[in-house]
Structure formats: C-alpha cells, structure tokens
C-alpha cells in the first residue's frame, strides 16, 4: 500500500521553543492530509485538516496560533508546535488518502513529542 | 456529533478467537474501518468495510456489520500473542477527503 512517513519519529526539546513535524506521502500525492494527536491511552482527536495551498480547517479548541500547518506540496504537510509546553506533550500522527487510489486513508508512523 | 464506542480491555487466550465490537452513532457512515496499533507504534488499516455489506473475511479477520443496530465487530480467529494490541474502529460519512471518527481503542491482551 501507500506509505506515509514522519520525520522526525521522537522529539525532546525545552519549554518554549518550537518543533517542525514533517508529513509525506511517498508515492502519492494528496491534496488533503490529517493531523490526528493522540493522549496517553486515549482515542486519536484530529486537530486539523491540512489543504494543499490553501489554509488549513482547525478543530474546535485547537489553537491555530500555535500548531502552525502548511501543506506546501502535494506530498509534503508540516506541523509545528510553537512555544511548545509540557502538556503538548503527545503523540502526533498525520493520514493522507491517495487521489488516485480508493477509500483508505494511510497514515504515517507517528510523532512522540515530549517537551521537558 | 458522530460518535464511536469501544469496549476498553479484551483478554483471550493464545488459540481462541477474539470479537472485538464497536457502536457507531451517525447513520450515514459510508465506511467502517479497523485499525490496528502495536504499543509505541503508529496505526496499521486491518480492514474496513462499505455500508452496503454484512460481512468481509480476510484470512484470520472477520468483519460484520449491523447496519441497522449501528454495531461493528472484528473477529480474530486462532489469536496469537502477535495480535496483542489495541484496536480501533473508525468511521467516516462518505469517501473523499474526510476525516475518521475513532473509537477510544481496545486493548486486546493474549494470554499464552
């Protein structure tokens, strides 16, 4: 099937700065692709859905000031966390669905973020 | 909104079969989904299946859907230590660039 990649796979940094998450699809392209975290032994809860050269659609509660999304490319949508804090600590998945293929939605392995 | 609801723990026997089931709320979902996560890792689609169908089998996974009665199950026939993991349900409305609604996971513990 597609696959869907994250860069990088864990990341440790202090209060107060920022992070960059990289999502790409690797052999396909997709106009849309999801950002999904994911709580300590909790469900996944998207967080925004990242347009390709457009302006990303925020979830309720998520603040868009501080997860900063940008879907550059067909095959490449960042996220980063800004002025990070210890409670953004989480675990960050994206998912895209391939434009030429069916229904399924791929997603990549996942971010840990821990901020210290 | 759509909601999705999952027992939270299931614990089997190596050799048995395990049902996991899921209940879904909105009536319009097109696409029902079964994701599979191993501890530290990320999501793996197991399966999934269109409205219009009942059942989908694929080698050791059974799906049923009871469209009406809005429950989803997956069964996993002769359960291996390997198939510990917590398991997903998801839904989506229709395909297309949506998101899915998931379940809160449950934890599938096999005893050897």
């Not at chain 1, 859905?49 to 949508?77: C, M, P, R, W």
């Not at chain 2, 989908?56 to 198939?83: C, F, M, W």
């Not at chain 2, 989506?92 to 899915?100: D, Q, W």
Request: aromatic residues 10%; proline residues 3%.
């Amino acid at each position: 099937g597609a696959v869907v990649s994250q860069h990088p796979s864990r990341v440790i940094c202090k209060s107060g700065t920022s992070v960059k998450i990289e999502c790409r699809s690797l052999d396909f392209q997709a106009t849309t692709m999801f950002w999904y975290r994911q709580f300590p032994k909790k469900s996944l809860m998207l967080m925004a859905t990242s347009n390709e050269g457009s302006k990303a659609t925020y979830e309720q509660g998520v603040e868009k000031d501080k997860f900063l999304i940008n879907h550059a490319s067909l095959t490449l949508s960042t996220l980063t966390v800004t002025s990070a804090h210890p409670e953004d600590s989480s675990f960050y998945i994206c998912s895209a669905r391939d434009l030429a293929g069916g229904d399924e939605q791929f997603f990549g392995p996942g971010t840990r973020l821990t901020v210290l | 909104g759509e909601d999705v609801e999952q027992s939270l723990f299931l614990s089997v026997r190596e050799g048995d079969s395990s049902v996991i089931n899921c209940t879904y709320t909105d009536s319009s979902s097109t696409y029902l989904y079964w994701y599979k996560q191993e501890p530290g890792a990320g999501l793996q689609l197991l399966t999934y299946i269109f409205s219009n169908m009942d059942m989908k089998q694929d080698q050791r996974l059974t799906v049923l859907l009871n469209k009406k009665d809005k429950h989803l199950s997956l069964r996993i026939a002769d359960t291996q230590t390997g198939d510990s993991a917590i398991y997903f349900c998801a839904e989506s409305t229709y395909s297309g660039n949506t998101p899915l609604v998931f379940g809160k996971g449950t934890r599938l513990s096999v005893i050897a």
